[in-house]
């Protein structure tokens, strides 16, 4: 074999390798765009997967909200009727010291029903 023939040869070798690599580029890009696709089609899954969860969390956060504004109010008059209590022990009859006693008797149990 000479050396016209080892060029051509090697040309040869070179050809198919070229068509080969671009058999295999060609593969490759169509698998990654199968995978870009399905990688998408996760992300809109999970987009909206996270829109739910958002809308959940909002409304428990809303109804979390109104829970603790009803026990707040709740307990803002609770407080007043106590205030009121205590004003009324202040300015009733009875020593200082009866009246301090029944005052933090009537602190001692917010709420309860004067029992004056």
């Known amino acids: 074999m000479g050396l ?15 068509e080969k690599a671009k058999d295999v580029a060609g593969d ?3 698998k990654g765009k199968e995978v870009a696709g399905d990688l998408t089609e996760k992300g809109k899954e ?6 739910d969860v ?10 979390a909200a109104g829970d603790l504004t009803e026990k707040g109010k709740d307990v803002a008059g609770k407080l007043a ?5 205590v004003t009324g ?3 009733g009859e009875g020593s200082i010291g009866d009246k ?7 602190v001692k149990k917010p709420g309860a029903p004067d029992p004056q």
């Not at 009727?81 to 209590?85: H, V």
């Open 100 to 106: 301090a006693k029944a005052a933090l008797d009537a």
């Open 28 to 30: 490759l890009t169509e």
């Open 81 to 85: 009727e106590d205030a009121k209590e």
């Open 54 to 63: 958002a809308g959940d969390l909002t409304e428990k956060g809303k109804d």
């Open 4 to 18: 016209d023939d080892l060029v051509k040869k090697a040309k040869d070798v070179a050809g198919d390798l070229t």
């Open 89 to 91: 022990i202040a300015k």
């Open 46 to 51: 999970l987009a909206e997967k996270g829109k």
